[in-house]
């Protein structure tokens, strides 16, 4: 599902978000519309665009901006820490799910690897938790 945002001028940033239905959380329809809410809330506050999968093969956004991928953190990984990221003008943020906990491994366009620390890291975040803190640090940073 994708959902557009008008941004009101045209000096801002091209920035879209991409995330995962989490399964099993999202099989009745009626969770998929409340998951869609987050987005659609991310995308009012920050002015973005973003399209919600349930596969890699159903993205339909066109990779051509940088593509940064929020990905769970692996010891020994190329990956850097947002709070040490510096974000790209105009990007493409992909956030995996339990079943793609990695979307580098599934999306061979993605030009930058970013995690993040949590305190317990048995309980992962929800893409769309993982994206709100992104789009926080990439505006905080540029302000």
Do not use: W
């Amino acid at each position: 599902m994708k959902i557009e945002f008008k941004r009101t001028k045209s000096s801002q940033q091209n920035v879209t978000i991409i995330g995962f239905y989490p399964m099993p959380e999202s099989e009745a329809e009626l969770d998929r519309i409340r998951y869609e809410s987050h987005y659609r809330t991310l995308c009012s506050a920050y002015g973005l665009s973003a399209e919600v999968i349930f596969e890699p093969e159903d993205i339909e956004t066109a990779l051509t901006r940088p593509v940064i991928a929020i990905e769970e953190y692996v010891e020994g990984s190329d990956s850097i820490e947002l709070i040490d990221f510096v974000h790209p003008k105009n990007a493409i943020y992909i956030s995996g799910c339990t079943r793609y906990g990695h979307p580098s491994e599934h999306f061979p366009e993605v030009t930058h690897k970013v995690h993040l620390i949590t305190r317990h890291s048995q309980y992962p975040l929800y893409g769309d938790q993982v994206l709100a803190m992104a789009m926080y640090d990439r505006f905080n940073k540029q302000a």
